[in-house]
């Protein structure tokens, strides 16, 4: 297996051995963080083989086509599932829309990604990771190439910067004068800020460049009788 055999691990010594550039004592690093993630907390998604019929996510996603919702539920995977499930996803999507020459004739124009929680990949003020380089690149140039993604997130002052800055549409709830403090915010002046803080439920501000100052929206009633009405 990758942790206990070539290339990491020398089968003659069963002693982490240099990958490339890669020291020994980075490569146990490596094994350490892989071998938590895949032996002692996980919640039972790696396996030492797939059973015939299965796809992978990544099979299933490049398979896309115009129309099609395809729902990912990772609820019940730890952190480090989590995060590896959605790197996966990205780099699915991205690779299809940056690689020239790619064999679908029938690529949507355009995909959506929609991810709930994004601070969780994208913290800020952290240090550089495959999976913060992959929402900075779809941030940064997705849209020219047709990939969207939409975030969602309690703060965004708990978003990495870079990817807050390249946000073509911003919609803020309610929220209070030190989450408006952030620099994520500072597009806002402070009467816009002050509105913020006073919104009602179903209230919403959105900053768009089309819109020359943030405007506010409401979300309709539902249409249908609620419990109590």
């Known amino acids: 297996s990758l942790l206990y055999g070539p290339p990491l691990v020398d089968p003659n010594t069963g002693q982490n051995q240099k ?52 729902v990912v539920d990772i609820a019940k995977l730890t952190d480090d599932e989590q995060t590896l499930v959605f ?42 990771s495959p999976i913060i380089e992959q929402v900075l690149d779809i941030a940064e140039r997705g849209r020219s190439l047709g990939v969207v993604l939409f975030g969602a997130e309690q703060f965004m002052s708990a978003v990495h910067e870079r990817v807050a800055g390249n946000c073509s549409t911003t919609v803020i709830g309610r929220s209070g004068s030190a989450e408006l403090a952030a620099v994520h915010y500072r597009f806002l002046d402070p009467a816009v800020k002050a509105n913020i803080t006073r919104l009602e439920k179903g209230e919403l501000v959105l900053s768009h460049a089309i819109f020359r100052q943030p405007i506010k929206i409401v979300f309709p009633k539902p249409a249908y009788l609620q419990e109590g009405q």
């Open 19 to 70: 990958v490339g550039e890669v020291q020994p004592i980075t490569v146990g690093r490596f094994r350490r963080i892989l071998r938590r993630v895949v032996e002692t907390r996980q919640s039972g998604i790696f396996v030492s083989q797939r059973a015939k019929g299965i796809k992978s996510i990544s099979e299933e996603i490049a398979k896309i086509r115009g129309g099609e919702v395809i």
């Open 87 to 128: 790197g996966d996803i990205l780099r699915t999507i991205y690779s299809l829309y940056a690689e020239e020459g790619s064999e679908r004739e029938d690529l949507p124009e355009k995909v959506i990604i929609f991810v709930d929680e994004l601070n969780k990949y994208a913290p800020p003020r952290e240090k550089e």
